[in-house]
Every structure is written in structure tokens, then in C-alpha cells.
């Protein structure tokens, strides 16, 4: 089964996206609203108790593969044991199921939930983005199991990896507790993108978990590339994938740049550029440089 989470700031765009497509039904939930605009509210009544939340809404699809034959019954209950998982127990949340997508001639169902990040509770808590793509990852694996599905790794996971399938295979399959720095590099920026930081609070996260990310600007003001260091280790953000790029992580991981504000912290914390006699001193500069600094399209 294929998960994947985005978070926003508007409740009635979402559900109105959703309540659109033909044929959409809801499967269910803990509200009482059967349109786009009396379920809009009833999420508003809650967030409005902690007006510090900016995005409060919670997208996620979940999309079984097309040799699992679920019910609606079975997929309610599935969907409500993710939500608990997740730590979404004590918030709003509804489901609706999609078959607007065919594989081979057949109708492939797959479901979406919008859910409130604030809690019901008393003190309205947010249900926090810290690796919430951990979270549910782990609770995808753990529903496969406990309701006899088929694992699904999607499409998009070996793409922003940049890792042919069998390799990646191989990898999880080895038991070696020593996992390759070139994964362990990716698994860490993804940790690090999470909630939509600034591009400055993205790279000063990167510091503290030992990865020495820099954004290479030219004299122009422009940005030449994405690069990260982590154990003498350099990687171009293009050879990890190009969600990992200077562009991708804005594009797919939601890092927020903007020039005018961004700029002078960049400038400050460019890389230390070689002197004219460390260039000569090492014929290899200008090829070691060209690896790890790939101009971005």
C-alpha cells in the first residue's frame, strides 16, 4: 500500500478537490458533515483554539495495490487503525474513496483522508509533522501484515532515491547494522524537511545532525547547486535524486526559499572559495569540484 501525507492551510480547497472528482464516497470518520462545506466548518470550530497551527490540514492518500481486493468495511477499518497509529486518535478526520483510476481496464480504489493536525483535546495540541513520514511508513508496513496486503513501494521512492530497485532491495534485505552514508545522508535531509522550514532553518537542521549542506551562488547571485558532506562523504543534490536538488527540495519536500529574504544568509555561508596557489597545488581541484557541484537545470 502507497501512503503519502500533505499538509496545508485551507480545509474547503481540499474537500471540494475531493468531493469533485465522480463517484466519490465517503467511507467514514468521527464528524458529522457529508459536504465539503458543513465539513469545513467543523474543522474551523476546532482550529480556531490554536491559531499558532498554520497548516492544520492533514491530506493523506492511501492507495492499496490492485491484487488486493478490500471492502469498504475493511478499508474503513484499516484507515481508522492508520489514523491511531499516526497519532491522529484524538482528532477530526474523514475518508473518501476514489475510483477514478483504472489498472488494466479495472477500477483501482484507493482512498483519501483529510484530517484536523489539531486535537479535540482540551489543550489542542498539534499533532506534530516531526518524521511523520516515519510514522507512516511504519504503520503502512504494519497494516500490510495484520491485513494480508501486498507491499507497494511507490514509484516516487525510487526516484528521489536515485537507486535502481534491486540495489535498494538488496540493501534492506542485508542485516548489517552499517547502513550506507549515501541512504542514511537521504533519510536524514528527509527528516530535516519536514514542517516546511526556511531554506536558512533547513540548512542550519542539516548542521545538527552532521551533514554540511551548502548552496553554491555564483558571483551573479546565482544559485549554482545543492551539495551535502556527511562522514568525508560529498554528495551533489543531482546524484541523490532530484527531490534532493536545490529545486527539489522546495518542489517535493516543501522547503520554503525566497530570494530577497534568503539571500544574504546564503551569501554569508558560502563555501570557502581555493586560493590561486591551493588551485595550482592540486591538479584534481577543477575535476573533484565539477563532481560534487552540478549545475542545476
Known amino acids: 500500500m ?31 458533515g457529508n459536504n465539503p462545506l458543513s465539513l469545513a466548518k ?28 478490500v471492502s469498504d468495511q475493511t478499508a474503513l477499518t484499516l484507515i481508522s487503525q492508520y489514523m491511531d497509529k499516526i497519532g491522529f486518535t484524538d482528532c477530526q478526520w474523514v475518508a473518501i474513496k476514489h475510483i477514478d483510476t483504472e489498472f488494466e481496464g479495472k477500477p483501482r480504489p484507493h482512498y483519501h483522508i483529510v484530517a484536523n493536525r489539531v486535537r479535540q483535546t482540551d489543550d489542542h495540541r498539534v499533532v506534530t509533522a516531526w518524521r511523520d513520514w516515519r510514522r507512516s511508513e511504519t504503520a503502512i508496513r504494519e497494516l500490510e501484515q495484520e491485513f ?8 516516487w521512492e525510487y526516484e528521489k532515491r536515485n537507486i535502481p530497485n534491486g540495489e535498494w ?20 535531509i528527509d527528516a530535516c524537511a519536514q514542517g516546511n522550514p526556511t531554506m536558512p532553518e533547513f540548512l542550519e537542521r542539516l548542521k545538527e545532525v552532521g551533514i554540511n549542506g551548502k548552496i553554491h551562488v555564483q558571483s551573479t547571485g546565482r544559485v549554482q547547486g545543492l551539495t551535502y558532506e556527511l562522514d568525508q562523504e560529498t554528495y551533489s543534490g543531482t546524484k541523490l535524486g532530484k527531490a534532493y536538488t536545490f529545486k527539489g ?26 586560493t590561486p596557489d591551493q588551485t595550482a597545488q592540486s591538479p584534481s581541484h577543477s575535476r573533484t569540484r565539477k563532481a560534487q557541484i552540478e549545475l542545476e537545470p
Request: proline content about 7%; hydrophobic content about 30%; cysteine-free.
Open 2 to 32: 502507497i501512503g503519502k501525507t500533505v499538509k496545508g492551510n485551507g480545509f474547503h480547497g481540499v474537500l471540494r478537490y475531493i468531493f469533485s472528482k465522480p463517484n466519490a464516497t465517503i467511507l467514514g470518520g468521527n464528524m458529522a
Open 42 to 69: 467543523e474543522f474551523r470550530a476546532i482550529t480556531q483554539f490554536n491559531a499558532r497551527v498554520k497548516k492544520p490540514v492533514a491530506h493523506i492518500s492511501l492507495s492499496p495495490s490492485i491484487e488486493d481486493d
Open 148 to 155: 494480508n496486503l501486498t507491499e507497494v513501494t511507490a514509484s
Open 169 to 188: 532491495q538488496r540493501i534492506k534485505r542485508e542485516q548489517s547494522e552499517q547502513m550506507p552514508v549515501k541512504i542514511r545522508m537521504q533519510e536524514l
Open 249 to 274: 527540495v522546495q518542489k517535493y519536500k516543501g522547503v520554503l526559499y525566497e530570494s530577497d529574504r534568503d539571500h544574504p544568509y546564503l551569501k554569508d555561508n558560502q563555501p570557502p572559495r581555493p
